[in-house]
């Protein structure tokens, strides 16, 4: 109940929750609980601190799946310009030198790029189109066995960019 009433009051929570997301160190059902506040929020949700950016995409890897679950699907849903184009820089900042320590937090950055070229609205076509750029960058970037499960996301995604085009 306490979940859903986060969730219900909207942008008004954001803040709230992302500062107790901010303090670490939570207990893991807490933890999972914010990230599950925040992915019940209904949008459009403006995220311009970089702190707030930083602390999300660092979630991506979380070791507990439910949070990197919560958290992809709520940056899959946001959609104003400025906070795609905070996010996307972010995103595509995830190092990649070390597959066990951020595998997870790439792959589901990944995830959420190739939604946004698919779901962002019109008048973002400059970033889905920069996205999709990306996508093929990224494709060349992972090598070795360890990124196999990535490189095969890269490729279906740019496989349906070109079938869009």
């Not at 070390?98 to 609205?121: C, E, F, H, Q, S």
Request: glycine letters at 6%; aromatic letters at 6%.
């Amino acid at each position: 109940k306490a979940r859903a009433a986060l969730a219900s009051q909207g942008a008004v929570a954001l803040k709230p929750l992302l500062n107790m997301l901010q303090m670490g160190n939570l207990e893991p059902r807490l933890k999972v609980s914010l990230c599950y506040a925040l992915y019940q929020m209904p949008q459009s949700v403006v995220i311009s601190d970089p702190r707030d950016v930083n602390l999300l995409t660092g979630l991506l890897g979380d070791d507990q799946p439910e949070v990197r679950q919560y958290i992809s699907e709520f940056l899959m849903k946001l959609s104003d310009g400025e906070t795609v184009r905070a996010f996307h820089g972010a995103l595509l900042k995830i190092p990649s030198d070390d597959v066990a320590k951020t595998g997870n937090a790439v792959y589901n950055a990944i995830v959420i790029l190739g939604t946004w070229m698919r779901v962002l609205p019109p008048e973002l076509d400059d970033v889905k189109q920069k996205i999709g750029r990306d996508l093929e960058d990224l494709g060349q970037r992972f090598s070795g066995d360890q990124w196999n499960k990535t490189r095969q996301l890269i490729n279906e995604m740019n496989s349906l960019n070109k079938a869009r085009q």
